[in-house]
């Protein structure tokens, strides 16, 4: 190949396998080292929750000129300030990707400190808009405005962190936290117009006004989560 070639595309095709290399071994690295740290986590923060955050943001990216490997890489890392602490873990998770000496082999200085403040800016009760596009995307994709969905996890959550709670206990917390984060008014903002997050959060406030709708399906979830 190299001898039917000019010299400009053989240096073009050297390019492109660089990039596959390095980026195959980027997301092996992710793969490996980063994603079983949700393993540790809560069942809400789990695999299955990294993985939808991943697969996302890639979808919603499709939509603006950004850098995939940027995007999957954030999305990987958002969460993984919950090994520290739960309050702060959006910073946590900054100082992690800051510190992270591997990543240095496939993104630039500029690109890390763009990585680190799209997992600082990812989290809903945010007091301030994510300061870039990664952010937005980030943050957007980890609202998964599904009535089940947030229910399970709000109770996988409540389960992990207030086993002291009994089931009403449980009720008054789970109904307290989807109405300050998801009704009107409430401190979820959406960043990304291309995604459906807005009808799914209409349809979502619809469920939050019928108080005994609510309650039938935190019973079911709450019964389920219990016996696992
Ligand atoms: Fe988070
Ligand atoms: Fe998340």
Redesign the pocket.
Known sequence: MAFILNKKTKCHVFVTLCVFYNNDFMRQYIEQKIIPLYDGFDKGHGREHVFQVINQSLELSKYYDVNPNMVYAIAAY??TGLTINRET??LESGRIVRADACLPQWFSAEEIEIMAQAVED??ASSDHAPRSIYGKIVAEA?RQIDGDTILRRAIQYGLANYPELDAEGHWLRVAAHLNEKYAEGGYLKLWIPESSNAARLQEFRRLLEKTDKLRRKFDELFCAEKTQ
């Open positions: 958002h969460d873990h959006h990812h989290r980890d």
